[in-house]
């Protein structure tokens, strides 16, 4: 019967644990919505001023401005920024982040990282965690972002990111971040947020209907430039940080939904179980009382 018991306190257990899941998916899903639809609303502007962004270095790399924040000097220096979350229980979204930045080190710096010349800003609890765990120094936290996140608050970061790279703290800055597909993919990306890079697409040979070689721009394209450069990588740090945030809802919430659904079979198989083993003890028990009767008729 304790073994009864113990069963019975598991079922209790999980049935427990599949409640919880199934909140956490639900709430999830409602954070989902908002952070999906911010992400929805940023990035087609996001993505417009990039392409004038591009196009207006492209046309004019001579430029003085140009080179504040466009032009590829030396890589003696490279600051990468993992973009985690501050929660964990969401499947592989922030592991993926961390593994990607061991590949970075491993791979494609290896051997500016073996020269100490590699940094990296964490952006969220999680990255600090689990870079820590892989013995990876980090330079930089950033975890209250989250706490109230708004284009402020992301500008903030941005701006120092871009006068580090300035003043040629960095000569490299590459965001590792998971990009929002749907609630069930998020595609990790390795995008480079400085010196801003020229796309194939740009050039001599490019659409002129998709670039801007045909326009006439007022007062003057440094002006121009002057405003629209840190515009764009604001924005494209912020939509980075949009991007993110809402991936870490959908992983989240397919994540909780699996656990729910693992949980309801292995209430099915522990009910199943329990059944069978009380069906057991039961029969033991006639089985006593009848041998009992037996003796008692037999004396």
């Given at each position: ?87 964990g229980l969401c499947g592989g979204f922030n592991s993926n982040v961390i593994k990607k930045v061991e590949e970075l ?18 952006i969220g609890k999680k990255a600090v965690d689990g870079l820590k765990a892989k013995n990876i120094a980090v330079s ?146 006639i089985l006593e009382i009848v041998s009992g009767a037996n003796a008692l008729q037999g004396s």
């Open positions: 019967m304790a073994n009864l018991k113990e069963m019975r306190l598991r079922i209790v257990s999980v049935k427990s644990t599949q409640q919880v899941t199934r909140a956490m998916k639900m709430v999830s899903a409602a954070k989902l919505r908002k952070a999906q639809d911010a992400i929805i609303q940023i990035r087609p502007y996001a993505e417009k001023l990039h392409e004038i962004l591009v196009s207006l270095v492209d046309q004019n790399g001579s430029s003085d401005f140009e080179n504040k924040y466009a032009v590829h000097k030396e890589t003696k220096k490279i600051l990468i920024v993992a973009i985690t979350s501050n929660r080190l491993a791979t494609t710096y290896d051997s500016y990282h073996e020269k100490g010349l590699v940094d990296i800003l964490a930089e936290t950033v975890h209250k972002l989250y706490d109230n996140l708004n284009y402020s608050s992301a500008e903030t970061i941005a701006q120092r990111l871009m006068d580090a790279f300035s003043n040629g703290e960095y000569d490299r800055i590459d965001l590792v971040y998971n990009q929002f597909k749907n609630a069930a993919i998020q595609k990790l990306t390795v995008e480079q947020f400085l010196p801003v890079e020229i796309t194939e697409e740009s050039g001599p040979d490019a659409d002129p209907h998709h670039y801007f070689s045909n326009y006439i721009f007022e007062p003057d394209v440094n002006e121009i430039m002057g405003t629209i450069i840190p515009k764009s990588l604001k924005i494209q740090f912020f939509k980075a940080i949009l991007d993110s945030v809402a991936s870490e809802h959908g992983a989240r919430m397919t994540a909780m939904h699996k656990a729910t659904d693992n949980a309801s079979e292995l209430v099915r198989a522990l009910n199943l179980q329990y059944n069978k083993a009380r069906q057991s003890a039961i029969t033991g028990e």
